[in-house]
């Protein structure tokens, strides 16, 4: 194995074997100090980069490898890490990147989450309170049902029948029961209207630590813009001393042999 993309197909290889989806490893691996968004699992299996220990480590349990097995896994990994990326090139700017990369791709998860759950809330919200104004029109109804039966009977004047009684009755009980059945509507409305404002403060947090996130990052990146460029400058500096320190010796040669041609004798 000698590239990062060897590296991805193995790993592809163990996750077809579990059968499982990036959906479920996600999921699993939410369970563990350390888990990861789908889309940082895509990248890793993709072979865009390479993935860290606790990630391989993460993935690998998911996927059913025993903790015994993990040992080859990690030394193949490691001889990547330090072949892909050189010591004097920063290797800890770049590992402040990719944690930096990894969270923010789980906070944007979590955003794109937070954001659906407000939409599903207010939807739900929505369609409660439409049904709570059809209700509450079928309650006004019965209401206007039940005066006209009693404005009725007292402009006849007439002896009340047993029917306008059960009729009567009837008309109560619905309107009770629909009485009930609204505030019930009511009550959940407002659960539903406290659970849609607190996912919306939820989504105003993820977002101001997602926005924080992006500064942080670009705060390193162009940190490690500055040091790359600052060690192919000195890297640049190196090769010309070099090519420098090469003319001089070849001068120098050349010198000597001028010299031991003077002091050959006549």
């Not at 197909?9 to 968004?37: F, I, M, W």
Request: proline share 3%.
């Amino acid at each position: 194995m000698s590239s990062v993309a060897d590296f991805a197909v193995l790993l592809r290889q163990v996750r077809s074997r579990s059968g499982k989806t990036y959906d479920e490893l996600a999921r699993s691996s939410s369970n563990r100090p350390k888990s990861l968004a789908k889309s940082t699992m895509t990248d890793l299996f993709n072979g865009a980069r390479l993935p860290r220990e606790h990630q391989l480590v993460t993935i690998l349990l998911a996927c059913g490898v025993p903790r015994e097995a993990l040992g080859p896994w990690q030394r193949a990994r490691a001889r990547l890490e330090t072949s892909t990326v050189p010591q004097e090139l920063g290797l800890d700017l770049v590992v402040v990147k990719n944690d930096l990369d990894d969270f923010s791709r789980d906070l944007s998860d979590r955003l794109a989450e937070a954001r659906q759950e407000v939409s599903d809330l207010r939807r739900r919200e929505q369609d409660l309170a439409a049904r709570l104004a059809r209700e509450e029109t079928k309650c006004r109804q019965l209401e206007a049902d039940l005066e006209r039966l009693r404005s009725g009977r007292a402009a006849s004047g007439a002896v009340v029948s047993p029917s306008d009684v059960r009729r009567e009755q009837e008309l109560h009980l619905l309107h009770d029961r629909e009485r009930e059945h609204i505030e019930n509507m009511k009550s959940e409305l407002a659960e539903i209207n406290q659970a849609r404002r607190q996912a919306e403060e939820h989504v105003e947090l993820v977002a101001a630590e997602s926005k924080d996130s992006e500064h942080q990052l670009g705060r390193v990146v162009d940190f490690m813009e500055l040091h790359f460029t600052r060690a192919e400058f000195e890297h640049r500096k190196r090769e010309e001393l070099e090519q420098q320190l090469e003319e001089a010796r070849r001068r120098i040669a050349q010198l000597q042999r001028v010299l031991a041609m003077y002091q050959e004798p006549l």
